[in-house]
């Protein structure tokens, strides 16, 4: 089973700063298949990023993926008022289980 | 546009049953694979089955392996999760996900 792990758990920063939030997976994951989740309190969670580096449908463009082999990074450029949330990696490779990393909470500094 | 909504969470006794069901709306159902996702009170997401297209193959995490089965009814665009021996441990919102948005998730309490 693939172990994600995300790092750091907890990022404080200002609104207008940049935001790196990192995944890391336990072996390489096939087709760059690593996604990465929004979510706020009370809400579900919201896709951001599939596929490593596209982004879904609405997702604005300061958000972006990269990353491959082990190694994966969620940026976002400067951080928005509503951008403060939870931030989850997942991995969907070739077989599941398709785990999640245990997320980021980006806070107001 | 996609929806997603759940039902059927509710309270439950340990090692009693619970089905949840999510009816989806606004793409094409059968030509895509969906999952199951839960999130403890205060903890993060965790990942729990899958059933493919066609509904001929399904996976699940360890952790409910044996005790939950998913499946699909494609004409009536519903997903289901068959949930058998619940545990404390399986309190949890239950989301269906596959393409495009979330739905807001069923809560399942396990509870004496």
């Known amino acids: 089973e693939i172990v994600v792990t995300q790092s750091p758990g907890t990022l404080s920063l200002s609104p207008g700063e940049r935001a790196t939030l990192s995944c890391r997976v336990s072996?390489?994951?096939?087709?760059?298949?690593v996604a990465w989740y929004q979510q706020k309190p009370g809400q579900a969670p919201r896709l951001l990023i599939y596929?490593?580096?596209s982004r879904a449908t609405g997702v604005p463009d300061r958000f972006s993926g990269s990353g491959s082999g082990t190694d994966f990074t969620l940026t976002i450029s400067r951080l928005e008022p509503e951008d403060f949330a939870v931030y989850y990696c997942q991995q969907y490779g070739s077989s599941p289980p398709y785990s999640f990393g245990q997320g980021t909470n980006v806070d107001i500094k | 546009q996609v929806q997603l909504v759940e039902s059927g969470g509710g309270v439950v006794q340990p090692g009693r049953s619970l089905r949840l069901s999510c009816e989806a709306s606004?793409?094409?159902?059968?030509?895509?694979?969906m999952h199951w996702v839960r999130q403890a009170p205060g903890k993060g997401l965790e990942w729990v089955a899958v059933v493919s297209s066609d509904g001929s193959t399904t996976y699940y995490a360890d952790s409910v392996k044996g005790r939950f089965t998913v499946s699909r009814d494609n004409p009536q665009k519903t997903l289901s999760l068959q949930m058998s021996g619940l545990r404390l441990e399986d309190t949890a919102v239950y989301y269906c996900?596959?393409?495009?948005?979330w739905g807001q998730g069923t809560l399942v309490t396990v509870s004496s």
């Open positions: 996900a596959g393409p495009g948005p």
């Open positions: 596929n490593t580096s």
């Open positions: 606004g793409f094409n159902f059968d030509r895509y694979a």
């Open positions: 072996q390489s994951v096939d087709g760059r298949h």
